[in-house]
């Protein structure tokens, strides 16, 4: 198995910044994309931010200028700096993978994190 562990959430005022943390362990073979997704309550998950094996990233229109999203390859590991953070970024932050494992590195398979709250108060 593959277990994506996520760090940062919180409560912040609105303007404020937090720094989300994500780390992938377990028999890895590869990684591909790594990225976040958000779900606030009575809404669907969405993309927030996605980033290649390469560090190419891209944005959900909606963070774009205010989020910043990298990597750790060498300690797969996917990092997610939000600032300027407003209400309606309140929500349940998950972290992605896509992945494969020992003994079949050719088979990825996307994998979720638990998910972490973060709150932004008006």
């Known amino acids: 198995q593959v277990q994506l562990v996520e760090s940062g959430g919180g409560l912040v005022q609105a303007g404020g910044s937090l720094r989300l943390s994500c780390v992938a362990s377990?028999?890895?073979?590869?990684?591909?994309?790594m990225g976040w997704y958000r779900q606030a309550p009575g809404h669907e998950r969405e993309l927030v931010a996605v980033?290649?094996?390469?560090?190419?990233?891209n944005y959900a229109d909606s963070v774009k200028g205010r989020f910043t999203i990298s990597r750790d390859n060498a300690n797969n590991a996917v990092y997610l700096q939000m600032n300027s953070l407003k209400p309606e970024d309140t929500a349940v932050y998950y972290c992605?993978?896509?992945?494969?494992?020992?003994?079949?590195?050719?088979?990825?398979?996307?994998?979720w994190g638990q998910g972490t709250l973060v709150t932004v108060s008006s």
């Open positions: 980033i290649s094996r390469n560090g190419n990233p």
């Open positions: 992605n993978a896509d992945a494969s494992r020992w003994p079949d590195p050719s088979r990825h398979f996307q994998h």
């Open positions: 377990g028999i890895i073979a590869s990684i591909n994309d």
